[in-house]
């Protein structure tokens, strides 16, 4: 079974500092990776998404990340934090055989100071 | 647009109470989902059906029942409402064809059960 770990249930950066929130992947067979963005009292939104291609992915608002198989991981970047970038920020792990629903990590709430 | 819709948007129940949580979408998606969101623990699958007529259980299916009403429907009934059943509900939409597609969030229903 596939697994998904985000270390940091809470980060804080300074406004235009380097934004860097952290997953690992467990996964037995190549996994498809996403990440979503959910603002305060909303549904999920659409980040980015890995799916066997280009190992560094670009997303949306600037965001970007890169899958290193050899590290098992798919670490979520922007260079420069905005004060809209607060939010939370999950992410998921789906493998095409069996169940193809997404898999969460716990999430990592981002502070960002002024 | 509107994707996938679910209703109602709110909810507070007395213990033991039954309800139904409601999800349609419009994307002509095969795949539906249902999770539950609590704070510090991601989104858990609940249940999720692949195609109309199959259902499947995720990962705390326990307190829950679904029915894929059709292709576009798929709702959530909780039989007798319980304290641990407090949380916010989404249902999530996705089609798979060449690739793999994204997945669609409904802006979730807060449950209170008291």
């Given at each position: 079974a596939q697994s998904v770990t985000q270390l940091g249930s809470h980060v804080s950066v300074s406004e235009g500092a380097l934004v860097l929130l952290r997953c690992n992947y467990s996964s037995s067979v190549p996994p498809y990776l996403f990440w979503y963005v959910q603002y305060p009292n909303q549904g999920l939104q659409l980040l980015l998404k890995y799916t066997s291609a280009a190992t560094l992915v670009k997303g949306i608002n600037?965001?970007?990340?890169?899958?290193?198989?050899?590290?098992?991981s798919f670490h979520l970047t922007k260079p420069s934090a905005h004060m809209s970038d607060a939010a939370e920020y999950f992410c998921a792990v789906r493998v095409d055989t069996g169940r193809r629903a997404l898999t969460f990590g716990s999430g990592t709430r981002l502070q960002v100071q002024p | 647009n509107a994707g996938v819709t679910q209703t109602p948007k709110f909810q507070v129940l007395?213990?033991?109470?039954?309800?139904?949580?409601?999800?349609?979408?419009?994307?002509?998606h095969n795949s539906m989902y249902w999770y539950r969101q609590d704070p510090g623990m991601g989104l858990r699958l609940i249940y999720y059906s692949a195609s109309e007529g199959t259902t499947d259980k995720g990962e705390v299916p326990n307190g829950y029942n679904v029915s894929r009403l059709n292709k576009r429907e798929f709702s959530l009934r909780l039989e007798s409402a319980a304290p641990s059943q407090t949380s916010v509900y989404f249902c999530a939409s996705s089609e798979e064809g060449q690739g793999v597609s994204g997945y669609t969030f409904g802006s979730g229903t807060r449950l209170t059960v008291v």
């Open positions: 600037g965001f970007e990340a890169e899958f290193k198989k050899s590290e098992t | 007395k213990t033991g109470q039954s309800m139904t949580l409601q999800c349609a979408q419009d994307m002509n």
